[in-house]
């Protein structure tokens, strides 16, 4: 079955840097576009970045551009999110998917992963 593993979440001060991983397992990784969303408490969740299935496009939230980047190693079968210049309101649970196509909804999920920018 398909799954999704986040990990990498945790405190950070703002100004800082963290790395997320996702673990992608039970389908042909290299054949779907991936994303990354978030949702804080209270908000609806939201689209962070997007990543098409070998990596040759990729797309960002407004409030993220130049600060996050989206990768993928397609022999690891894992998406990452580098985030640098945390904010605040970047505070948030932060959940990585498998798409219905580029540019297509989300079909699958994982747990997601924590993400806390406080000093």
């Known amino acids: 079955q398909v799954q999704l593993v986040e990990s990498g979440g945790g405190l950070v001060q703002p100004g800082g840097s963290l790395r997320l991983s996702c673990a992608a397992s039970g389908f042909t990784f290299k054949h779907y576009a991936t994303s990354w969303y978030r949702q804080a408490p209270g908000k609806e969740r939201e689209l962070v970045a997007a990543i098409s299935s070998l990596g040759l496009s990729t797309n960002y939230a407004d409030s993220v551009k130049g600060r996050f980047s989206i990768s993928r190693d397609n022999a690891k079968n894992t998406v990452y999110l580098q985030m640098n210049s945390l904010k605040p309101e970047d505070t948030a649970m932060y959940y990585c998917?498998?798409?219905?196509?580029?540019?297509?909804?989300?079909?699958?999920w994982g747990q997601g992963t924590q993400v806390t920018v406080s000093s």
């Open positions: 998917s498998r798409d219905r196509s580029w540019g297509g909804r989300a079909e699958y």
